[in-house]
T-cell receptor, first 117, second 112 residues
Framework: DTGVSQDPRHKITKRGQNVTFRCDPI?????LYWYRQTLGQGPEFLTY????????KSRLLSDRFSAERPKGSFSTLEIQRTEQGDSAMYLC???????????????FGPGTRLTVT | GENVEQHPSTLSVQEGDSAVIKCTYS??????FPWYKQELGKRPQLIID?????GEKKDQRIAVTLNKTAKHFSLHITETQPEDSAVYFC???????????FGTGTSLTVIP
């Protein structure tokens, strides 16, 4: 499978615990995005990387959230001291970046569903 | 920041009829507008997109129109089929696709 993959697919954690999610983008894609999606809502932008550089970060992203993409390949999203309001689907997407092939198409992963109890 | 509003939130049409979903955006600097389809339990997938230098784009039964002056864009699906049933999201982006702002989605049901 050469698409975007995410691990784990599901995570149940207790409030106050830390969690880390992983995203493996399509190999030739240099842009990587993290989104959060709750039921009945569209994906909410969290942050994005161009290669290993984190270029944009949503103001909605509290200090408990951090993301890395150390070698410009896979990325991790960590949530510290989880709260019940963090329960959501966390989606990763990647794109080539730049207007190639006529599109900035983002390819989404299957998501990690987080439940904080 | 950008604010994208999407209407309607739900839409039911008879098979073969047309469906139209509308979005408005607030930031006049936005220059790229994709539409994504998300089937139940699946990941969003791009179905069509348009850049701000184009007023309309068509791909078979799907078309998107953009009115930059009014800051709104619309998705048109003709000859709808049951497999078109899904949630559709519009999005807006500026600065060559750095941040994407999504609408709240439209749940489309095509009744056979």
């Amino acid at each position: 499978d050469t698409g975007v993959s995410q691990d784990p697919r599901h995570k149940i954690t207790k409030r106050g615990q830390n969690v880390t999610f992983r995203c493996d983008p399509i190999s030739e894609h240099n842009r990587l995005y993290w989104y959060r999606q709750t039921l009945g809502q569209g994906p909410e932008f969290l942050t994005y990387f161009q290669n290993e550089a984190q270029l944009e970060k949503s103001r909605l992203l509290s200090d408990r959230f951090s993301a890395e993409r150390p070698k410009g390949s896979f990325s991790t999203l960590e949530i510290q001291r989880t709260e019940q309001g963090d329960s959501a689907m966390y989606l990763c997407a990647s794109s080539r970046g730049g207007w190639r092939g006529g599109s900035y198409e983002q390819y989404f992963g299957p998501g990690t569903r987080l439940t904080v109890t | 920041g950008e604010n994208v509003e999407q209407h309607p939130s739900t839409l039911s049409v008879q098979e073969g009829d047309s469906a139209v979903i509308k979005c408005t955006y607030s930031d006049s600097a936005s220059n790229y507008f994709p539409w994504y389809k998300q089937e139940l339990g699946k990941r969003p997938q791009l179905i069509i997109d348009i850049r701000s230098n184009v007023g309309e784009k068509k791909d078979q039964r799907i078309a998107v129109t953009l009115n930059k002056t009014a800051k709104h864009f619309s998705l048109h699906i003709t000859e709808t089929q049951p497999e078109d049933s899904a949630v559709y999201f519009c999005a807006a982006s500026k600065n060559t696709g750095n941040q994407f702002y999504f609408g709240t989605g439209t749940s489309l049901t095509v009744i056979p």
